[in-house]
């Protein structure tokens, strides 16, 4: 059976995992997803990310980050562009999550970028989620 929201089911394993504490999450590969792990890791919410082309798909596997308290660093993820409900910004209405503490991932012209980095270029596009 296919499935209708790939990148939501990447946020929802990312979730699970850190709710139960895993050490790493697997998930189905994709080039949205491996350039999100890719933010995730330079903004410091998860340690390493590794691609795996074992099948005819592969796999990317996340390795969670956690604090010396082994609290989690990931404390929300939320899908904001949905298949039902796109939702896209322009450069200057891109919100800030958590007054700034969190980030927003952006799929822009110019690639997928944090709302910071797309503030910067002066560039809008659609808003794939919230990470805090």
Same mark, same amino acid.
């Given at each position: ?14 979730? +699970?995992? &850190? ?27 998860? +340690? ?8 005819? !798909? ?10 010396? +308290?082994? !609290?989690?660093?990931?404390? /929300?993820?939320?899908? =904001?562009?949905?298949? /039902?409900?796109? =939702? ?11 007054? /700034?503490? /969190? ?13 910071? !980095? ?10 794939? &989620?919230?990470?805090?």
């Amino acid at each position: 059976m296919s499935m209708s929201d790939p990148f939501a089911d990447m946020l929802t394993r990312v979730r +699970n995992a &850190c709710m139960v504490k895993f050490d790493s999450v697997d998930i189905p590969l994709s080039s949205l997803k491996v350039d999100v792990a890719k933010i995730l890791k330079e903004e410091g919410y998860i +340690n390493d990310f590794h691609v795996h082309k074992e099948d005819t !798909q592969g796999v990317l596997r996340i390795d969670l980050r956690y604090d010396q +308290n082994h !609290q989690k660093v990931i404390n /929300g993820l939320r899908r =904001v562009s949905k298949p /039902g409900r796109r =939702v896209y910004v322009k450069s200057d209405n891109i919100p800030k999550v958590m007054s /700034g503490l /969190g980030i927003a991932i952006i799929s822009t012209s110019k690639g997928v970028m944090t709302d910071h !980095q797309a503030r910067k270029s002066g560039v809008g596009g659609e808003l794939l &989620c919230e990470v805090w």
